[in-house]
């Protein structure tokens, strides 16, 4: 399975600064486990037209941060995608929404939804936060001592 971190923002290439620098290195230290990658969306548009053209024999499967969905345990994130893989899936999207969240489209579209709590969070850092919760998981399922129960 390959997982895309994803983020939408019309006006730059994605998150800055130290945000950016600490999603890529989460992403860089998932790719250890499993293929992992970011990329930013110009638009939610782009990224559902994106999430239904993507060349894999599987539909990817879509999974939005939403202030709406469910709160899950990093261990049932772990979970969660541990599930995904054993059931075959080939392409997880973890998106961060745009400024305006979510349109009904996008949550038809989406696969599951998933919040961070009931706080609002800045788009950069709830990237950041999506980022080492991947990581996380993945070093939960591969038994390494990261997470250690917390």
């Not at 399975?1 to 950016?20: F, H, N, Y």
């Not at 993507?54 to 772990?78: C, F, H, K, W, Y």
Request: net charge positive; hydrophobic share 40%; proline share 5%.
């Amino acid at each position: 399975m390959k997982i895309q971190l994803s983020t939408i923002s019309a006006r730059r290439a994605g998150p800055t600064g130290s945000a950016a620098d600490l999603i890529r290195h989460y992403v860089e230290r998932s790719a250890k486990y499993m293929p992992c990658i970011y990329r930013n969306f110009a638009s939610e548009k782009d990224l559902l037209i994106y999430a239904e053209e993507a060349s894999v024999r599987t539909r990817p499967t879509l999974l939005l941060m939403d202030s709406n969905g469910q709160q899950l345990t990093s261990r049932e994130i772990a979970n969660m995608v541990g599930s995904l893989q054993d059931n075959g899936t080939q392409q997880l999207i973890v998106a961060i929404g745009p400024a305006d969240g979510w349109s009904p489209l996008a949550l038809l579209r989406a696969d599951k939804t998933i919040a961070f709590g009931r706080i609002t969070l800045p788009h950069e850092l709830a990237a950041v936060v999506a980022a080492e919760q991947l990581y996380r998981a993945l070093t939960i399922r591969a038994g390494h001592p990261y997470h250690s129960g917390h």
